[in-house]
């Protein structure tokens, strides 16, 4: 898996800036044995300020996010785009990315 932006954008809603738009891809490995529960859960992804360890979820898992990614239905070799969108408080600039099943992505600057 790897992050290809993180950028903070305006909650259609409320018009305020307080959310991150997550975009990865991810891709299943040539030689990867996969079952059917090789799943990532793209909605559960959670950050938090590496500064304060306060933790940001996702703002609306079935609107704001790519609905599960299953490693099982795609060709070896072939990948998959995803994104989740989680509520960042302003003014906070870099977070800590957690993918379930994925090791972390640390100290991960937020484009304005």
Not at 36 to 48: H, K, L, N, Q
Not at 61 to 87: K, Q
């Amino acid at each position: 898996m790897e992050l290809h932006l993180v950028k903070r954008i305006e909650d259609p809603d409320t018009k305020a800036r307080n959310v991150v738009n997550v975009q990865m891809r991810i891709r299943r490995i040539k030689l990867d044995r996969v079952s059917r529960s090789d799943i990532f859960s793209v909605g559960s992804t959670t950050a938090r300020n590496p500064e304060t360890s306060e933790t940001y979820k996702a703002v609306n898992l079935i609107e704001r996010s790519t609905s599960a990614v299953s490693l099982f239905s795609m060709r070896p070799g072939a990948s998959a785009d995803a994104y989740v969108w989680l509520r960042v408080p302003e003014g906070t600039n870099t977070i800590n990315i957690y993918v379930p099943d994925t090791q972390a992505f640390n100290n991960v600057p937020i484009v304005n």
